[in-house]
């Protein structure tokens, strides 16, 4: 199920259920969303990404999923495995470059 | 192709050091950014270069913090006097284009004692 921790918010499911992380957004101007998975130690590795043009955008086991009626964007994971664990931030931007990223969720994967 | 490479990994100053941060950035990509994540925290923007020029500083401290990219050589984040709240995973990213994807490097963990 998904928790609120003390800093991160967590979500634990089970080898081969499928996972869903969201994220809400504040700017009504952005215009490209990008999903980012970070491991301990490690930068944060590009997944999927998403214009504003578009409301659904599929990758390979991941999907990602764009409402911007409510400023909603959602990152789905088929069959989720244990090497998906992780900590996965949402990022958005206006016009140009700069990213503003969310807080992050935590998927634990159980075996 | 390699990816964008940051050294040192880890980095340790004491207070009122200098901290040198470098970013090359992926092969082909001019465009290179810097962040700062604390722990538990999402990736906070501090700047974006482009060779020799910085196009956006609004995320960089107006003091101790610089930022540079030369037109041969790696992007460097300079802290100068630094103090224990630097601490902090410093990431550099680069993209081709400044509407591209920005792929991001494995980060300089600074530890300042």
């Known amino acids: 199920g998904e928790s609120v921790g003390l800093h991160l918010p967590t979500l634990s499911v089970q080898e081969g259920d499928n996972s869903i992380i969201n994220c809400a957004y504040s700017?009504?101007?952005?215009?490209?969303f990008i999903w980012y998975k970070q491991e301990s130690g490690k930068g944060p590795q590009f997944i999927i990404d998403?214009?504003?043009?578009?409301d659904k955008r599929q990758g390979q086991r991941v999907t990602v999923l764009l409402n911007k009626t409510v400023k909603h964007l959602s990152l789905q994971i088929a069959a989720t495995q244990p090497g998906d664990s992780a900590v996965y931030f949402c990022a958005e931007s206006s016009g140009y470059s700069t990213l503003t990223f969310g807080k992050g969720t935590m998927l634990l994967v159980s075996p | 192709n390699a990816g964008v490479m940051q050294n040192p990994r880890h980095l340790v100053r004491r207070r009122g050091q200098e901290a040198r941060l470098r970013c090359s950035p992926m092969k082909g990509h001019s465009h290179v950014y810097w962040y700062r994540q604390l722990p538990e925290e999402g990736l906070k923007f501090m700047v974006y270069l482009q060779k020799e020029n910085i196009i956006d500083e609004s995320g960089m401290p107006k003091e101790r913090f610089s930022a540079e990219f030369p037109k041969e050589g790696p992007s460097i984040l300079r802290i100068q006097q630094v103090v224990r709240g630097d601490s902090a995973a410093y990431f550099c990213?680069?993209?081709?284009?400044?509407?591209?994807?920005?792929?991001f490097g494995p980060g300089t963990r600074l530890t300042v004692l």
């Open positions: 990213a680069s993209s081709p284009q400044s509407s591209d994807t920005q792929y």
């Open positions: 700017n009504s101007a952005s215009d490209y």
């Open positions: 998403i214009r504003s043009n578009m």
